[in-house]
């Protein structure tokens, strides 16, 4: 943790369907002396879209919206423009919740305290006091799978429109207390008294965030605080809908089609990994200052949810991770040995460069050092390296993702794609 500069990390972990056992560690901030315990609520960040998921799926049984019908036949209070992309093909809910909808936006800052929030329409429209840009369609609905954090406030403003409550009420309403996640909300103010039992988020040097946390408006896609113990509950209600044995917010058919991979091996929510028995849903999330991580195996009735209050926490949290499916014998997530194949200062030279993620204005500066890579990302100043397995595969040290360097016909280096992302080399 000191390492990491990660003041605070919580976990619950998922054994046999049941909790098992909760824990958590150090402190609420860098220099406070209140402990963290097992109530200290974090910020979910991205996790919150997984949670979100079931609003929309649960309005889908209800035949309030269907799954494949445009969106725009919904939404009351904005639309999506029409384009030349939209004519081929229309934004679907399916769409929005798998990150296949062809819209941009793939997350958002969050507001300092001191900063004026912007209401839903501003922020799709990208005007001020917004800080992120425009949610538009630049690609035909249902051709890629392209992360977006913008899908997901489009489907918070479809949510209310459809139902007329605000999207906190509407999610308390329908998913939290269902669960019994009574630790958890997805009001962007913090109730005074749970914000003093909340975690305060760091930077990767270890300092406080200004005003101790961001606020973002854009719920659905990260606006979520709760505790492990209460993402727990809701991986285990999953679990227990998949196999019939509950219907709180969803049924077994819908959790099915929940749970079926698309394109990008995406559910209608959650990231999915593995087939059949070895099938695993879950979601990593990462707002300024918390990083933290949740998933279950759907089938086995093992899971995991781990949250921190630092930008370097998913270094520590996957170290937990490694630890956690050595202990408990799980499938996967167990640590990885790769072989390092040899490859020449000349043939090393060629991957050296700038590459700028598809669609979105972040880059990645590769250098060579020694007989490897180290890739800096700009946007947050943190490098990680990258080790040859093959002439153009590599792996990060950490965690071992593969990452493959791509070329054109004439052998001219074009881009590499890193966690089902492409990187253009410019």
């Known amino acids: 943790m000191k390492h990491h500069h990660v003041p605070a990390v919580s976990i619950a972990l998922i054994h046999n369907g049941e909790i098992e056992w909760t824990k958590a560690y150090g402190y609420l901030g860098v220099d ?29 049984e209800q035949n309030k919206i269907d799954l494949d ?89 479809l949510l209310e429109d459809v139902t007329g409550s605000e999207f906190p009420t509407l999610m308390q309403r329908s998913v939290l207390s269902p669960i019994g996640m009574n630790r958890s909300t997805f009001e962007f103010t913090l109730p005074f008294l749970w914000s003093e039992q909340a975690s305060i988020g760091h930077d990767s040097s270890g300092k406080k965030i200004s005003g101790y946390w961001h606020r973002y408006p854009e719920s659905a896609a990260a606006g979520l605080w709760t505790t492990p ?89 996957m170290e937990i991770v490694r630890s956690m499916a050595n202990a408990y014998n799980w499938s996967s997530y167990k640590p990885i040995v790769k072989n390092i194949v040899t490859l020449t200062p000349t043939k090393l030279a060629i991957f050296a460069g700038t590459y700028l993620m598809n669609q979105e204005q972040v880059s990645l500066l590769i250098i060579v050092k020694e007989n ?39 052998g001219t280096l074009t881009g590499l794609l890193l966690l089902g992302e492409k990187w253009t080399k410019i």
């Open 32 to 60: 406070t002396v209140k402990k963290a315990d097992e109530s200290t609520l974090f910020q979910a960040a991205s996790i919150s879209k997984a949670v979100a998921a079931i609003a929309a799926l649960q309005l889908v």
């Open 69 to 157: 019908e445009d969106v725009n036949k919904y939404l009351q209070t904005w639309k999506i423009k029409n384009s030349s992309f939209t004519e081929k093909k229309p934004i679907t809910l399916r769409g929005l919740l798998t990150h296949t909808a062809g819209l941009t936006v793939h997350g958002f800052n969050g507001y300092a305290q001191t900063e004026e929030l912007p209401t839903l329409i501003q922020i799709l429209n990208g005007e001020k006091p917004a800080n992120s840009p425009a949610v538009i369609s630049d690609l035909v609905p249902g051709s890629v799978w392209r992360y977006s954090g913008g899908g997901y406030v489009l489907m918070q403003q």
């Open 229 to 317: 113990t209460d993402l727990a509950r809701y991986l285990i209600e999953i679990q227990k809908s998949l196999r019939g044995g509950s219907k709180q917010v969803l049924s077994k058919q819908m959790t099915e089609k929940m749970l079926t991979k698309h394109l990008g091996d995406w559910g209608l929510g959650p990231a999915l990994y593995g087939d059949n028995n070895s099938l695993v849903f879950g979601h990593s999330g990462g707002n300024e200052g918390y990083r933290c991580l949740s998933f279950s195996y759907a089938y086995s009735g093992q899971g995991i949810v781990i949250m921190t209050n630092g930008n370097d926490g998913m270094d520590l949290i």
């Open 372 to 410: 490897y890579l180290v890739a800096k990302q700009i946007w947050n100043g943190k490098d990680f390296f990258l080790y040859p397995e093959g002439d153009f595969d590599f792996f990060e040290r950490e965690n071992g993702y593969s990452i493959k360097f791509e070329s054109s016909i004439d």
